[in-house]
C-alpha cells in the first residue's frame, strides 16, 4: 500500500499558542506539588458574583436549556445594547445590532470570517496578544503590523498606521486597554485613528475586552462613540471574561451597525455555535444588570500585584517595565545585555528557564514581529501568589544560579 500524503491546510500555518504550552507545563508541575506562580496567562482569578450564580441555577430549575434565538436571547441583546449606549457612549445602538460570541475570541473569529477575502490586509499593534493575528490568517487576511514603542507609552501611532496603509488595507484592529502592554489609547489618539479610517474607507475593530480594567486617571474610550457618521464601518467587540471572571462562561458580544455584517454575523454565528449557551447567557444578563460594585473593588485589587510586580521588577538591571494604565499585565523590555548575564540566549530561553522553576512568563516573540526582547507577566492570578512570584523573579533575575536552578529559589 503507498502511503497517503495529506496536503498542506491553511491550520498547518496556525499555532496553538505558546502561552497555552507554558500554562500546560506549568499545570503539570503544580499536579506533582511543585510550588508555581501563574504570572504567564490572563484569567481573572476573582469568584463570578453571587446573583450571577443565581440566575444560572434560576434559569435551569426554570427549563431554560433549550435551543436560543442564534444572535442571542431578547432580553441580553436589549440591555446590552442599552449598556453600550450609556456605559461605552455608542449612540443609536439597538438589539439588532448585538451579538452573542462565546467569548471575545469567537467574536474575533466571527468578525474576520465576515470582514475579510483572502489577501486582504488588516493594520494590527505589534506586539498583539497572538490570537488576534491567528484570527486574520484563519479568514483568509494578511496581518501588518505596526510596532508600539515605550517612547509613546505603547500607543498606535497614527501615522505609522497611515503609512502602512496599501490598496489591500480593509481594516483597522484597535485594542484599548491593550494586551500585552497594558496601554490605553487616549481619545485624541482614537480619533485621529478614525479619521485615517474615514479617509481610507476602512474597517475600525476595535476589541474592548478589557475596557473595565482600567488605572485613573486613564480612562476607556469607545471609539464608536467618536465617530458617529462612521458608525456602519465600526466593530466593536466586548467580553464578559475580565469584567466579571466569568471566563470558563465563554460570553463576549460583537456591536455591529452595518447591513452587510447584519446580514454575514448570523451565518457565521449558525455555522459555528449556532447560539452562546443559555445559561451563560442568562448569567451574562444577570452581570451586566445588577450590582456593579465589584469592578472597582476588581481595579483595587489589581493595582496592589501590578505595583508589587512593577517595584520587584524595577529593581533589575536590564528590565524596563512599563506601568500599565489597563489590563492586567507588566510587559517589560529587556536590555540584550541581560541575556549573557543570565546565561540564556534571548527571551524565550528567559521565559523557558523561568517556568523550569515555576514562575510562567510569556516572551515577547509570542506577541509580534518586532518585540524579542521583552517579556510579559499577568498579573490576574490571587495577590498572595503574584506578591510571592514577584519576589521569586526578582530573584531569579538577578542571579543565574536560581534561574537555572542550581540554587533553589
Ligand atoms: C485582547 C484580548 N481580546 C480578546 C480576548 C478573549 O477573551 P474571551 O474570549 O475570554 O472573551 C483576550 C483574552 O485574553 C484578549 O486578551
Known amino acids: 500500500m503507498t502511503p497517503s500524503t495529506v496536503a498542506p491546510h491553511p491550520l498547518d500555518e496556525i499555532s496553538l499558542g505558546l502561552i497555552v504550552q507554558i500554562r500546560e507545563r506549568l499545570l503539570k508541575a503544580q499536579a506533582v506539588g511543585t510550588k508555581v506562580y501563574r504570572l504567564e496567562s490572563g484569567d481573572p482569578n476573582f469568584s463570578v458574583p453571587p446573583h450571577v450564580l443565581e440566575a444560572v441555577n434560576k434559569a435551569g430549575a426554570a427549563g431554560k436549556t433549550h435551543y436560543i434565538p442564534n444572535s442571542g436571547i431578547p432580553e441580553l441583546r436589549k440591555a446590552l445594547a442599552e449598556k ?88 483597522i484592529f484597535l485594542n484599548t486597554p491593550q494586551n500585552p502592554t497594558g496601554a490605553v489609547l487616549s481619545e485624541q489618539t482614537l480619533r485621529e485613528i478614525a479619521e485615517i479610517a474615514k ?25 464608536g462613540s ?26 463576549g458580544y460583537i456591536v455591529a451597525r452595518s447591513p452587510i455584517l447584519h446580514d454575514r454575523i448570523p451565518k457565521l454565528l449558525r455555522c459555528t455555535i449556532n447560539g452562546v449557551n443559555s445559561l451563560a447567557q442568562w448569567a451574562a444578563l444577570a452581570a451586566v444588570t445588577g450590582d456593579q460594585s465589584q469592578l472597582a473593588q476588581m481595579v483595587s485589587e489589581y493595582i496592589v500585584r501590578r505595583d508589587a510586580l512593577i517595584s520587584a521588577l524595577s529593581t533589575i538591571e536590564g528590565v524596563r517595565p512599563f506601568t500599565p494604565r489597563g489590563a492586567f499585565y507588566v510587559w517589560a523590555e529587556l536590555d540584550p545585555a541581560i541575556y549573557a548575564r543570565l546565561g540564556v540566549a534571548d527571551a524565550n530561553e528567559l521565559s523557558d528557564k523561568l517556568a523550569a522553576i515555576g514562575i510562567g512568563s510569556a516572551p515577547g516573540s509570542a506577541f509580534g514581529q518586532t518585540c524579542d526582547d521583552a517579556i510579559r507577566f499577568a498579573y490576574s492570578c490571587a495577590t498572595p501568589m503574584v506578591k510571592e512570584g514577584a519576589e521569586a523573579l526578582k530573584h531569579a533575575l538577578s542571579n543565574p544560579d536560581v534561574l537555572h536552578g542550581r540554587t533553589p529559589a
Open 84 to 171: 453600550v449606549v450609556r456605559k461605552n457612549g455608542i449612540a443609536g445602538v439597538t438589539d439588532e445590532d448585538i451579538f452573542l460570541t462565546n467569548g471575545a475570541m469567537h467574536a474575533l473569529y466571527v468578525t474576520f470570517g465576515a470582514l475579510l477575502s483572502p489577501g486582504d490586509e488588516v493594520i494590527l499593534p505589534d506586539p498583539m496578544w497572538t490570537e488576534v493575528g491567528e484570527n486574520i490568517r484563519l479568514a483568509g487576511g494578511v496581518t501588518v503590523g505596526v510596532p508600539l514603542r515605550a517612547d509613546r507609552d505603547f500607543e498606535y501611532d497614527p501615522a505609522e498606521i497611515e503609512a502602512a496603509i496599501t490598496p489591500r488595507t480593509v481594516a
Open 199 to 223: 479617509r481610507h474607507d476602512l474597517w475600525l475593530v476595535s476589541d474592548e475586552a478589557y475596557e473595565d480594567v482600567i488605572y485613573a486617571p486613564h480612562k476607556h474610550f469607545s471609539i
Open 226 to 251: 467618536l465617530v458617529p457618521d462612521y458608525a456602519e464601518k465600526v466593530v466593536s467587540i466586548f467580553s464578559f471574561s475580565k469584567s466579571y471572571a466569568m471566563s470558563g462562561l465563554r460570553t
